[in-house]
Every structure is written in C-alpha cells, then in structure tokens.
C-alpha cells in the first residue's frame, strides 16, 4: 500500500463520513429563549428547542436557584421531559426574591450546555388578570362587586391570600349605554363595591372593568363585560 493510499485510510478512520450529520454539536441542542412568563404569580418557565433538537426523541431538564446562591436544584417532575415548559410557581413564591431557571437538552445520549433565563422577580414581573365582577340591580341603581385576581398563594391557616396584600390595587369601573353606545367612567378607586346610580329606566348598560398599579404604572386587560337591562 501506497503511502499516500495509509493517509488516506487514516483520515476516513478520524473523521467518518456523514459524523457531523448523526452526531448534532451539543450547541446546537441548546434550548433557545428559556424565560420566565407570569401571571397573577403563577411563574411557568418557558423555551424553544435548540435548532438540532426540534424531535420527538429531545427530552428537557430543568434547574432553579435563587440569585446568590450556588448549588442549582433540580425540578423533579421537569426532570426528562418533552414539553417545552414547567411550572416554578412553587419554587418561586417569595415574590421580592430574584430567581433563575435554566434549561438543557438530551437527544440519544448527548446532552447540551444549560440555557439559562435573565434575572427573575415575581413582584415586578407578573402581569396582573382583570378583576372578576359580579352586577346586580338594586332599587334603579347598579351595584357592582369587584373581586382581585386569585393568586397561588394562601396563609398559614391555609386560607387564600389576596392580591392586595402585594400590590395597592385601583380599579376602573366603566359603564357603557347600549343605546348610545357611549362609554363613560363612572369610578376609580380602592373601594370593591360601587353604586352606580341615575341609570335610565328600560335602558341597557353593559359594565366593564380594569385595575391599576400605581406603583408600577400598570394596568390589567379588562374584565368580560357584564350587561343588565
């Protein structure tokens, strides 16, 4: 054999034909946009598959750890996993830590590096639902009974915490008549019941509402309109 035919033979042995087609580089397994999405404190970590890992055979892992803090933890039930989110609502539930999330791939037996989401706070990040309200009509007036969005959260007697005990919450009442089609804004405040008075007899109206962070100068989407003849 030729010494140029021994080379030859040598260079096929470390680099095998179609290697970089089977064996994708870990990086590109990376699980893209790993982030935080929250709301009303329900903190679920979010990502894209890595451009190599976009299969049914790509599994996912999930660790957490409060910002200072060394060791990483593992989220169990986000341990090997093919959804591309995992509920840290637990995890994360002292709302003025910051916290972070990473996220890596498994496909065949190969693992990719961790992809790791910005800093988290509960408290700045998590975006407020629209207020449930309930309307009754009581002696030619409208009464309205606003209830704060439920959050995961309860005391240590095990009862529902509000929140309101996070946040100064105001809400927005709105009335509109179905007649003229106008809208108007008929209160704004801390108050979750509101009278609404000097309502046309025979008339519609429809009532909608939203709540404002003054703090964070924020507002929720409204609520569903609630309507009364």
């Not at 397994?29 to 299969?55: C, D, E, M, T």
């Not at 002696?139 to 959050?151: D, E, F, Q, R």
Request: charged share 20%; net charge positive.
């Amino acid at each position: 054999m030729t010494p140029k035919h021994c080379l030859l033979g040598f260079l096929i042995t470390l680099f095998p034909t179609g290697a970089a087609e089977t064996h994708p580089a870990p990086e590109s397994l990376k699980p893209q946009r790993v982030h935080f999405q929250s709301r009303n404190f329900y903190n679920i970590l979010h990502w894209q598959p890595g451009r190599a890992s976009a299969s049914s055979s790509s599994t996912y892992f999930v660790q957490y750890k409060i910002y200072g803090q060394i060791q990483w933890k593992n989220k169990e039930d986000c341990w090997g996993i093919q959804e591309l989110f995992c509920d840290l609502t637990n995890e994360t539930s002292d709302v003025q830590e910051a916290y972070y999330g990473r996220v890596r791939t498994a496909v065949a037996g190969t693992h990719s590096a961790w992809t790791m989401t910005r800093r988290f706070i509960p408290w700045w990040e998590t975006k407020i639902g629209p207020p449930g309200m309930n309307i009754t009509q009581v002696n030619g007036s409208l009464l309205v009974i606003l209830h704060p969005p439920k959050i995961p959260y309860r005391n240590q007697k095990g009862k529902n915490v509000s929140m309101e005990n996070y946040y100064e919450l105001v809400y927005r009442v709105f009335i509109i008549n179905n007649s003229l089609e106008k809208e108007q804004k008929v209160y704004e405040g801390t108050h979750r019941v509101v009278e609404i008075e000097a309502v046309t007899p025979h008339t519609g109206y429809c009532v909608v509402a939203e709540i404002y962070q003054p703090m964070l100068d924020r507002r929720s989407q409204r609520s569903e309109e609630g309507c009364v003849k």
